[in-house]
């Protein structure tokens, strides 16, 4: 199994940027697809982005696209997902997660989650 770790997360304002990063550990990171999804309060986890194991492909919420870039460093098991243009609506806990499958947008398709950074943006 992968233990992941998001790091990265604080309080920014609307319109700043941030880079949130997942650190893997245990089993070889470039065997899994990687994703991001967050979570605000009341809210069900929502999908973010997402990105094959070469890194090749990628798949983002049409909210973040343009907006956030997901990315990975498999030499380094470490993945990020850079934000700028943030908004309030931005606000959630943010979580890396690893598939066996290929990236998917629905979070029941992981296998893998860390424990979640948090992302607060003010007006």
């Known amino acids: 199994q992968v233990q992941l770790v998001e790091s990265g997360g604080r309080l920014v304002q609307a319109g700043g940027s941030l880079r949130l990063s997942c650190t893997a550990s245990?089993?070889?990171?470039?065997?899994?697809?990687m994703g991001w999804f967050r979570q605000a309060p009341g809210k069900e986890r929502e999908f973010v982005a997402a990105?094959?194991?070469?890194?090749?492909?990628?798949v983002y919420a049409d909210s973040m696209k343009g907006r956030f870039t997901i990315s990975r460093d498999n030499a380094k098991n470490t993945g990020a997902l850079q934000m700028n243009s943030l908004k309030p609506e931005d606000t959630a806990v943010y979580y890396c997660?690893?598939?066996?499958?290929?990236?998917?947008?629905?979070?029941?398709?992981?296998?893998?989650w860390g424990q979640g950074t948090q992302v607060t943006v003010s007006s």
């Open positions: 997660a690893a598939a066996i499958s290929n990236p998917s947008r629905s979070w029941s398709d992981y296998n893998y």
């Open positions: 245990g089993r070889t990171f470039s065997d899994y697809a």
């Open positions: 990105m094959t194991w070469s890194g090749g492909n990628t």
